[in-house]
């Protein structure tokens, strides 16, 4: 049977948890289960701040999608620089004092904190950063619903970065090197996400002006 758009998307959504535990099962093999204690902390503090920012894109969801379908594009470009810059900048509000004091909030919450918990933690929330500023790129390639292409991909570049992991881990790499991976991963996915939305998604879409606002916080769109 031919795989439908949501079942491409499922795939995407599947390679995602398989990273995520995936991780844990290889710093299992390679470093004991102790570690994954350290791991499962940094997880749920780190997903407890994602979810403070997902509230945010979710509100501006229903505007992207209106100005997309309407091809309202001058709104749409409106909506893709504040909605980056807002999201990343309340996230980044939120985890600034968190990360230089991320010994002190770890043992007020837990007291005794596993070593690995801080360092995890940290390159956590290093990735959930990069990640904020494609969610309103993301939100418009699913509006589009041309989806196939970037659910394949990124599924695909998930499951590698988990086996790249398993490498680095075999050959002795640190316990926090799966995370660096998922660094890199969201920092490939960002350069993905902007080209796919010119080239497939909205090819008036101007990814120089775009890094402008965003990251130089250029003001007007030419």
């Given at each position: ?89 309340l996230l980044f509000v939120v985890c600034l004092p968190i990360i230089f004091n991320a010994n002190m909030v770890f043992e007020f ?74 660094i890199l991963i969201e920092l490939i996915f960002f350069v993905f996400y902007l080209t796919y939305l010119k080239r497939v998604v ?21």
């Amino acid at each position: 049977f031919p795989v439908t758009i949501h079942g491409w998307d499922l795939y995407k959504k599947f390679s995602e948890i398989l990273l995520v535990q995936g991780v844990k099962v290889n710093l299992n093999l390679f470093y004991g289960v102790i570690i994954n204690s350290s791991v499962a902390i940094a997880n749920q503090a780190q997903g407890g701040i994602a979810a403070f920012v997902n509230n945010f894109t979710s509100a501006i969801r229903p505007q992207t999608t209106k100005s997309f379908v309407a091809k309202e594009f001058s709104a749409l470009n409106s909506i893709l620089d504040l909605g980056t810059r807002i999201g990343f900048f309340l996230l980044f509000v939120v985890c600034l004092p968190i990360i230089f004091n991320a010994n002190m909030v770890f043992e007020f919450w837990l007291g005794n904190v596993p070593v690995f918990a801080f360092i995890f933690f940290k390159l956590g929330i290093s990735a959930v950063l990069i990640s904020v500023i494609t969610y309103p790129v993301l939100m418009t390639i699913e509006a589009s619903e041309k989806m196939k292409g970037m659910s394949f991909t990124c599924g695909t570049i998930n499951l590698v970065g988990l086996i790249i992991g398993y490498f680095f881990l075999k050959n002795g790499y640190p316990e926090f090197t799966p995370f660096v991976v998922k660094i890199l991963i969201e920092l490939i996915f960002f350069v993905f996400y902007l080209t796919y939305l010119k080239r497939v998604v909205y090819p008036g879409f101007l990814i120089g002006d775009f890094l402008l606002k965003v990251i130089l916080l250029y003001r007007d769109w030419e």
